[in-house]
């Protein structure tokens, strides 16, 4: 298998267990409407445990992150040369990810007249309003989520199938202590792609894709990841 071909339904994987377990939760009509913050949670740690480990599997290195790929070609030994085709497939499999998720929940966004809440089950929106602290929680979050990877990664930093499960409990941590004030995007795929799939969907009652707070997911995760692998790769002999 190809590199894109694991990146691309890695990531779709990630997005289709990931929305769909934020649809199972805030769409009407469903059988986990209103579990709670702890089953969205626990269901985005399941899907980059599965995402992860069908990436690697199927040719890929497992990153299904935009800035994770930036990051490790910026200071790692990441081939510079499947930059372009990685982030092409990351962005390709999450909005494929997102459609998978409004065809299974579709009688349920129909359902539901609040298009916040439509919204939510495709991206990321900030608990308050800031973009400066929004900025600096998803630059928080992400530096947590690559250095973290990085430390149980092997050296290389190729994030292999047997470190599937320590990374997906490293986003179950990041969803549980700093989840809170932005909903933990800490992947520009992950926001942008579905955010673009919400744009072009036909749904009842739909609201805008707040475009004025994409960029922050962006770039944000970007920022962090570039700060955690240079710190990594500047501490340690790998």
């Given at each position: 298998?190809?590199?894109?071909?694991?990146e691309f339904?890695g990531?779709?994987?990630?997005?289709?267990?990931?929305?769909?377990?934020v649809a199972?939760?805030?769409?009407?009509k469903?059988?986990?409407q209103s579990s709670?913050?702890?089953v969205i949670?626990?269901?985005?740690?399941?899907?980059?445990?599965l995402?992860?480990?069908a990436?690697t599997?199927?040719?890929?290195?497992?990153?299904?992150?935009p800035?994770?790929?930036?990051?490790?070609a910026?200071?790692g030994?990441?081939?510079?040369?499947?930059l372009?085709?990685y982030i092409?497939?990351?962005?390709a499999?999450?909005?494929?990810?997102?459609?998978?998720?409004?065809?299974a929940?579709?009688q349920?966004f129909?359902?539901?007249e609040d298009?916040?809440?439509?919204?939510a089950?495709?991206s990321t929106?900030?608990?308050?309003r800031?973009?400066v602290?929004?900025?600096?929680?998803e630059i928080?979050?992400t530096?947590?989520?690559l250095?973290g990877?990085l430390?149980?990664?092997k050296p290389?930093?190729?994030l292999?199938?047997l470190?599937?499960?320590?990374?997906?409990?490293?986003?179950l941590?990041?969803g549980?202590s700093?989840?809170?004030?932005?909903?933990?995007?800490?992947?520009?795929?992950?926001?942008?792609?579905?955010r673009?799939?919400?744009f072009?969907?036909?749904?009842?009652?739909?609201?805008s894709s707040?475009?004025?707070?994409?960029?922050v997911?962006v770039?944000?995760?970007?920022?962090?990841a570039?700060l955690?692998a240079?710190?990594?790769?500047?501490?340690?002999p790998?």
């Amino acid at each position: 298998m190809s590199p894109f071909i694991g990146e691309f339904f890695g990531t779709a994987l990630l997005i289709l267990l990931g929305g769909g377990v934020v649809a199972n939760v805030v769409l009407n009509k469903t059988k986990g409407q209103s579990s709670g913050w702890i089953v969205i949670t626990f269901g985005w740690a399941m899907a980059v445990f599965l995402g992860v480990y069908a990436s690697t599997n199927l040719g890929g290195s497992g990153h299904l992150n935009p800035a994770v790929t930036i990051a490790l070609a910026t200071f790692g030994d990441f081939d510079k040369s499947l930059l372009l085709p990685y982030i092409g497939a990351q962005f390709a499999g999450a909005f494929t990810g997102a459609v998978l998720v409004w065809i299974a929940y579709k009688q349920h966004f129909d359902a539901t007249e609040d298009g916040g809440l439509q919204l939510a089950v495709f991206s990321t929106a900030p608990a308050i309003r800031n973009p400066v602290y929004n900025l600096a929680t998803e630059i928080i979050g992400t530096f947590v989520l690559l250095f973290g990877a990085l430390t149980i990664s092997k050296p290389g930093a190729t994030l292999g199938a047997l470190d599937a499960l320590p990374v997906a409990l490293l986003v179950l941590g990041i969803g549980l202590s700093l989840g809170g004030p932005t909903g933990y995007a800490i992947n520009p795929a992950r926001d942008l792609g579905p955010r673009i799939a919400h744009f072009v969907l036909p749904m009842p009652n739909k609201s805008s894709s707040d475009w004025s707070y994409a960029w922050v997911p962006v770039v944000g995760p970007i920022i962090g990841a570039l700060l955690a692998a240079w710190l990594f790769f500047s501490v340690t002999p790998f």
